[in-house]
C-alpha cells in the first residue's frame, strides 16, 4: 500500500447510507475517529496481498478496483472498499490479484477498525449494514475460489482422466470370441480392424442386441456388424471437448489417439467421475427424464453451466455449441413424452431464430413450430401444442411476443401450409412476412421427421428469385438500428455513461446482413459463422472482411454474455418480474472490452455500408 499524504479533515457525510443509521453521539465519536489521506494519480491505495487496519470511504476523485490488467469495479465519492482486506483473507490470487488504484488525485477517508467495531456492537443496525456487504464480498470471493476450481476441471486434458485400454480383435472373429476377450479383458467393448484399414466398434450392448435380440448365430463374424467412422479426440484434447462431442452425437464413449494411433477408450462415466460435482451432469439427467418436472429440474441447471463455463475463461462459441444442444434434447425428449409415436413419425419439430442458428446462450424467447404431413391429422393437437409451450415457460423458456410458438396454429401446419406460407413472404412481402422468412430461414429439426423441414427448405430456396427489390427489401432491416460512435470519450466517467443496446447495435446487424447474404446465395448454412466462411469462400465477401466479422461476432456475443450472465434466470422466483435487456454500460467496461467494443461497432458500421451499396439500400 502506497503511504498517502495527511491532510485537514473535511466534513465526513453522514446523509450517506448506512452512516445515516447512526445516532448524533456516534457520529461524533466517528468523526473524531477519522483518518484522511491524499493519494496522487495512479497510486496504489490498496492491495490484496497487504491486510489494512481501516476501512476507505472515497471523499474525491475515483479509484478503479483492477484484477490483472482489467477494471472489476469503479469507487467514487461515498462508496467504501477495503472490508475484504480488513476482515477477510489477505492472501492475493496471483496474477489476478486486485489493486485499488487512484485513477486521479484522490481523497479518502480512513474509519480504523476499533472505531467500525465499536460502532457496529453499539448500532446493530449499522453493524448489520457494513457487515452484510463484507458478507456478500465474501459470498464473491467463495465464488472466485470455486470458478478456479472448477477451471482447472474444465481446463483438464482427457490424459488426465481414465482411459479404458483399446482391445482389439480381428473382423473375421467371431461374436462369441468377441464375448470372451470382453469376459477376459473386463471391458465393454472390442474395436475391431476391418478388411478395409478401417476401424470399427462393438460394444456389449451391441451384443445384447444382435445375439439375444435379433437372433443371430454367435459365430457370424464381427466385421461386418461392427460399426465404423468412429468419433476419435487426441489425448492432449480438454475434456470440455469430449464432453460437447458425446452430447451433441448422444454416445456414451469416444476413441482416444496419440499421433494417430488409438490408445485408449474415454467412457462418459470416466468424464463424469472428473466433472461429478457440476452442472455438465445435464445430458444424462435429460437422457433419463420420465416427466416434465426432471426436463425442468436439468433445464433449471444450464444457466448456473454457462454461468460457472464463462468464469473459467471457456470461448462463447463453445459454450454456444454446448447449450445449442442441452436446450435440443430437453426440446426433442418434452415433445417425445407429450406426443403419441404417430405424431412423431409424421411431423417435424422446429427451432428458429438464435436457437435455430445455433447461438443461444442464456435463455430468450421461444422461437418454435411444427411441420406436420400432409393429410396426418392429431385430434388431440392443440392441446399437446399448448402443453409444449406451457411446460417451456415452466422451464425458463420465456414466450415468444410475435407468438411464434407451437400453441399458435400459424406455426402448427402441414408441410402445404408452410409452403403457401413461404409463396406469400416470398412474393407479397410486408414487414411482417419478411420477419416470419428470416426466422424460418434460420430453422433447424429438433425431433420427428426431419425431412419434412428439408422440403420446405428446398421449396423456400427453389422460390427465390434473382428479384433486386425482394432481397433489397429483405437487406433493410440491417440499418434499422443506429450503431453508435463518439460515446467512448468519458468512459470511466459515470455520470455521462450511457446504455448501448449491443444485440440492436452490433449482434443484429451482423447476423441479418450475412443471413441476406446468404439468402441471396440459396445457401442452406444456418449458423452465422458459418454463413460467413461459405460467403467467404464464393467470394461474395472480402475474405479479411469475413475474418474480421467473425471476430466481432464473437466479441460482441461475449461482451453480451458478461453483461447478463450475473442477471437471474428468466422465469426463475429472483428473475420472474425481470425483463431480458441487451444493454451494455461502456463506462462499466474494463479497458480491453472497451477498446474492442469500439472496434467491433466500427467494424459494423463498415458492413452496414457494404450492405447498403450491395443491395443498394440508399437508393
Not at 463424469?272 to 445435464?282: D, E, G, P
Not at 434473382?466 to 467512448?488: C, H, K, V
Request: proline content about 5%.
Amino acid at each position: 500500500m502506497q503511504h498517502a499524504t495527511p491532510t485537514a479533515s473535511p466534513d465526513f457525510d453522514f446523509g450517506r447510507h448506512p452512516f445515516d443509521l447512526l445516532t448524533a453521539d456516534q457520529r461524533a465519536a466517528l468523526a473524531g475517529a477519522l483518518d484522511i489521506a491524499l493519494y496522487p494519480r495512479e497510486a496504489v491505495i490498496l492491495c490484496r496481498e497487504e491486510p489494512t487496519d481501516s476501512l476507505f470511504v472515497v471523499l474525491r476523485g475515483t479509484v478503479q478496483e483492477r484484477r490483472g490488467g482489467d477494471v472489476a469495479a469503479l469507487h467514487g465519492p461515498g462508496d467504501r472498499f477495503g472490508l475484504q482486506a480488513l476482515y477477510g483473507s489477505a492472501g492475493g490470487d496471483g496474477a489476478g490479484a486486485r489493486r485499488f488504484v487512484a485513477v486521479e488525485e484522490c481523497v479518502c477517508h480512513l474509519i480504523p477498525r476499533a472505531a467500525l467495531e465499536a460502532l457496529a456492537a453499539e448500532n446493530p443496525a449499522f453493524g448489520t449494514a457494513i457487515l452484510g456487504d463484507f458478507a456478500q464480498r465474501m459470498r464473491d470471493l467463495a465464488a472466485e475460489r470455486s470458478n478456479r476450481e472448477m477451471a482447472a476441471l474444465t481446463m483438464a486434458r482427457i490424459r488426465q482422466a481414465y482411459l479404458h485400454p483399446p482391445l482389439f480383435v480381428e473382423a473375421a472373429a467371431s461374436l462369441r470370441e468377441a464375448a470372451e476377450a470382453m469376459r477376459q479383458n473386463r471391458a465393454s467393448s472390442v474395436l475391431v480392424r476391418g478388411a478395409d484399414g478401417q476401424t470399427g466398434i462393438l460394444t456389449g450392448t451391441d451384443l445384447r442386441d444382435l445375439v439375444v435380440l435379433d437372433g443371430r448365430p454367435v459365430t457370424d463374424p464381427v466385421g461386418p456388424l461392427a460399426r465404423y467412422g468412429l468419433l476419435t479426440l487426441d489425448r492432449d484434447d480438454l475434456l470440455f471437448n469430449a464432453l460437447v462431442l458425446m452430447t451433441k452425437h448422444a454416445v456414451r464413449r469416444v476413441v482416444v489417439t496419440e499421433n494417430g494411433a488409438v490408445v485408449g477408450l474415454l467412457g462418459q462415466s470416466d468424464l463424469l467421475a472428473v466433472l461429478s460435482n457440476h452442472s455438465q451432469v445435464i445430458g444424462v439427467q435429460v437422457e433419463h427424464a420420465t416427466g416434465p418436472d426432471d426436463l425442468r429440474r436439468a433445464s433449471r441447471s444450464i444457466v448456473e453451466l454457462i454461468r460457472t463455463l464463462h468464469a473459467t475463461g471457456v470461448k462463447v462459441s463453445f459454450i454456444a455449441d454446448l447449450v445449442t444442444e442441452l436446450n435440443r434434447r430437453i426440446f426433442r425428449k418434452l415433445f417425445e413424452l407429450l406426443a403419441p409415436p404417430e405424431l412423431l413419425a409424421n411431423s417435424c419439430l422446429i427451432v428458429m431464430g438464435s436457437e435455430g442458428r445455433g447461438e443461444q446462450l442464456l435463455k430468450t424467447d421461444q422461437d418454435n413450430g411444427l411441420i406436420l404431413r400432409d393429410g396426418f391429422d392429431c385430434p388431440d393437437l392443440p392441446r399437446i401444442a399448448a402443453e409444449f409451450t406451457r411446460h417451456l415457460v415452466e422451464f425458463g423458456y420465456p414466450p415468444c411476443p410475435g407468438n411464434i410458438m407451437l400453441s399458435n396454429p400459424e406455426w402448427t401446419r402441414p408441410l402445404a401450409g408452410y409452403k403457401d406460407a413461404i409463396f406469400s413472404w416470398i412474393h407479397r412481402p410486408d414487414e411482417a412476412a419478411q420477419m416470419n422468412l428470416a426466422i424460418f430461414y434460420d430453422a433447424a429439426p429438433v425431433a420427428g421427421d426431419a425431412t419434412l423441414l428439408q422440403d420446405a427448405k428446398d421449396y423456400l430456396l427453389g422460390r427465390l428469385q434473382d428479384n433486386q427489390m425482394f432481397f433489397t427489401q429483405f437487406a433493410r432491416p440491417t440499418l434499422s438500428f443506429d450503431t453508435p460512435s463518439g460515446l467512448f470519450a468519458a468512459l470511466f466517467d459515470r455520470r455521462r455513461g450511457e446504455p448501448v443496446d449491443i444485440k440492436k447495435a452490433g449482434i443484429f446487424p451482423i447476423v441479418h446482413g450475412v443471413r441476406a447474404l446468404a439468402l441471396e446465395k440459396h445457401r442452406a448454412e444456418t449458423n452465422t459463422v458459418e454463413r460467413i466462411q461459405v460467403l467467404a469462400e464464393l467470394g461474395a465477401l472480402d475474405r479479411k472482411m469475413a475474418g474480421d466479422l467473425v471476430e466481432a461476432f464473437t466479441i460482441l456475443s461475449t461482451i453480451r454474455l458478461k453483461a447478463r450472465v450475473d442477471l437471474p434466470e428468466p422465469g426463475s422466483e429472483e428473475g420472474a418480474e425481470l425483463a431480458i435487456d441487451n444493454l451494455v454500460y461502456p463506462d462499466r467496461l474494463g479497458k480491453l472490452d472497451h477498446d474492442q467494443f469500439k472496434d467491433c461497432l466500427a467494424l459494423v458500421k463498415s458492413f452496414k455500408e457494404l450492405i447498403a451499396h450491395h443491395f443498394r439500400l440508399n437508393h
